[in-house]
């Protein structure tokens, strides 16, 4: 007997698997291993894919589009190419949660060469998407764009406030990652106000979130890696089985 076809499920699942494995390496600084994954042909936005596959492609796609803002990544082609396919998927997309991420990859996109009233525009977009979902990792990370693209550098009660409003929510969401990120924002925006002692206080805590975040990180791939596996042996023996049949 043939070999039974991967279900629909199992390949939405090998997938989502992929995906997060890319998210590790981008969470953990590997940016090289991250886009390579990234650009795998799996993650092609093909129009003829359905839910949930195509959310799962929409965001290795905006990933992607982060990635390639850093320097030793820079492509102009592709990034245009590939947010041309992304706006043409978003503009309606039912996804909220997913219309919070595209804005917020509007904004590090276009703070680099469109006006501020824009880039202004795709952060509130942002921040109301996040509140209407009440996806409180959403609104963190949409306060530490709004302040890194706003504010950072700046002398002033906003630009403080900012910081702080982005530590304080990281700090409600409890994802190590983003409360480094956040922390470290707060340390940088203190020391331009001249609180020294507060700025190490935050820069070391910082320091601390993103320890744990790569251990956390490193625990949660092992558990991708082994869930892999056993799935691999499930599927493996299911089709030794029906050869003996």
Known sequence: MAPACPSTADSTLSLLRLYV????????GDLTRALQIYEDERFNLDGRLSRPRLDICLLAGLNRLWVLQHPSHRNQRTQTDLLE???TICAQYPDREIQTVYHM????IRSSHSAVQQTKAAINSAIKQSQATGNALHSAIALCVLHSFMFEGLVSAQALKSSQAASVQAQ???NALWMSVADRILSQSYEVHGHGQLATEHRNRSIRYAQESLHD???EQEGIKREGSKREGIQQGSIKQEGLE
């Open 105 to 108: 990859t509007l904004v590090v």
């Open 21 to 28: 494995e890319a998210t590790y390496h981008q969470g953990t």
């Open 85 to 87: 396919q992304i706006k």
């Open 217 to 219: 990180r490193g625990v």
């Open 172 to 174: 409600r969401v409890g």
